[in-house]
């Protein structure tokens, strides 16, 4: 039998209005990502990475087409806001670059509240820290580690929100050769073994073959 995919995409289009004109960034894109799989999205600056991440959260509306996400279905059209919010709490684990942290929690009480938003049980919220790298710094605010400590704590959050789906902007984007392959390794070990589907998008080759699939904005649309 085959697995139902965790994210399927079909007939996706998204334009931004510049003055009069309507500018396309992606048209009629479909794709499937079942769980326990990952796809890289690479392509050049402006290729339309971010708005398709954007998209698949429901962070930016979509013009034409249909999105579905661990069997919820979106299309084009107002109203759909308390479904994707319910999706991003419990189901969709976004790591983007504006690393979202509560400023006046510690990283530590970061992943707890990340875990009690989803519904998880408490407990293993060191732990993530931990594996990585990031246990000396679990007590720290954020405006006291640097971008990549922060990015960091950040996929701290989504692994113990336990979600369906992983989207992730340049995970290591901000991150040395060697931390990066650290939390690459780390990132897909624990996505191998929840079974999570996995979108990253990336500049980063190696990064991106690592991924069971490839989609190159540069050549579609
Ligand atoms: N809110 C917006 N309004 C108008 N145009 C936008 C908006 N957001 C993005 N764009 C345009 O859409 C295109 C795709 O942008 P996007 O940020 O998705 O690209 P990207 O592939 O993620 O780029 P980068 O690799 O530089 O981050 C670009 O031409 C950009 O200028």
């Given at each position: 039998m085959m697995a139902s995919p965790v994210l399927a995409v079909e007939g996706l289009?998204?334009?931004?209005?510049?003055?009069?004109?309507?500018?396309?960034?992606?048209?009629?894109?479909?794709?499937?990502?079942?769980?326990?799989?990952?796809?890289?999205?690479?392509?050049?600056s402006?290729?339309?990475?971010?708005?398709?991440?954007?998209?698949?959260?429901?962070l930016n509306g979509?013009?034409?087409?249909?999105i579905t996400v661990a069997g919820e279905s979106f299309v084009a059209g107002a109203g759909t806001e308390m479904r994707w919010a319910e999706l991003r709490r419990r189901t969709i684990g976004v790591v983007f670059q504006d690393v979202n942290l509560m400023p006046a929690l510690?990283?530590?009480?970061?992943?707890?509240?990340?875990?009690?938003?989803?519904?998880?049980?408490?407990?293993?919220e060191r732990g993530w820290l931990e594996r990585l790298g990031m246990g000396a710094e679990a007590d720290r605010y954020p405006d006291q580690v640097s971008g990549g400590q922060a990015q960091r704590a950040a996929l701290a959050m989504v692994f113990a929100m336990a979600p369906a789906l992983i989207l992730a902007d340049?995970?290591?984007?901000?991150?040395?050769?060697h931390t990066a392959d650290e939390v690459a390794d780390c990132l897909f070990t624990v996505q191998q073994q929840t079974g999570c589907a996995l979108v990253l998008?990336?500049?980063d080759r190696e990064l991106a073959f690592r991924c069971d699939h490839v989609l190159d904005l540069s050549t579609t649309g």
């Open positions: 289009s998204k334009g931004y209005i510049s003055g009069h004109q309507r500018v396309p960034v992606l048209t009629d894109l479909s794709l499937s990502v079942c769980s326990g799989k990952s796809l890289a999205v690479v392509g050049r402006g290729s339309g990475k971010s708005t398709l991440l954007n998209l698949l959260c429901g979509l013009d034409d087409g249909r510690s990283l530590l009480d970061n992943v707890r509240l990340r875990t009690h938003l989803a519904g998880r049980a408490a407990g293993g340049e995970p290591t984007g901000s991150l040395d050769r998008a990336t500049h």
